[in-house]
């Protein structure tokens, strides 16, 4: 009987072993690499088409200026697309515990936005239409889901996707 002519082919144990140990260590590298603010960044790239949805939907049927009154004044006269541009990616408060802040998608009403002739505070009223006595139907009545419905399913996609060619780049970069 003659042999097969093939190669015998065998891994040391030991090898293998310190193989193992420095993937581990790169991985290790990895993880310290990756920070709370690349994970908001990628986060705050996949929201984007969210809000690109809440800016056309709450465009829709704002056409004409309206008025505001509070204590029998004008309190804020509202400009058309007012409501549109106060829409944006916002970042929440850390809360005790928690690794980083949540992101959502709304109206601003803070800092720049602040002004009520500015900023997106009576979101609300028209999502729910509690203007005129709760008798609001008008084309901005449910906006925000609307476009929550449109879009919903694209941010995780999107998000998995980015997150995904990020941690590519990180484990081509510590060279695992």
């Known amino acids: 009987m003659g042999t ?3 190669a015998f082919i065998g891994f040391d144990e030991k090898d293998i072993k ?3 140990e420095r993937a581990f260590k790169e991985l ?3 993880h310290d690499g ?3 603010a690349q994970i908001r960044r990628i986060a705050r790239k996949s929201l984007k088409p969210m809000v690109k949805a809440y800016k056309e939907e709450a465009k829709a049927g704002n056409k004409r200026d309206f008025v505001v009154y509070r204590n029998g004044g004008v309190y804020a006269e509202i ?3 007012t409501l549109s541009k106060s829409m944006g990616v916002i970042t929440t408060r850390v ?3 928690a690794t ?3 992101l959502s998608v709304g109206p601003r009403v803070k800092r720049s936005f602040s002004d009520p002739e500015k900023g997106g505070w009576f979101a609300h009223f028209l999502e729910y239409g509690y203007l005129k006595d709760g008798q609001y139907n008008g084309p901005n009545k449910g906006f925000a889901k609307r476009a929550r419905t449109r879009n919903s399913g694209g941010v995780g996609n999107e998000f998995k996707r980015l997150m995904r060619g990020f941690l590519n ?3 081509k970069a510590a060279r695992i």
């Open 28 to 30: 290790e590298n990895l």
């Open 34 to 36: 990756v920070t709370t």
């Open 95 to 97: 809360n005790r515990g």
């Open 4 to 6: 097969t002519g093939g």
């Open 79 to 81: 400009k058309p697309k």
């Open 169 to 171: 780049r990180q484990v």
């Open 100 to 102: 980083f802040a949540s």
């Open 18 to 20: 310190k193989e193992f």
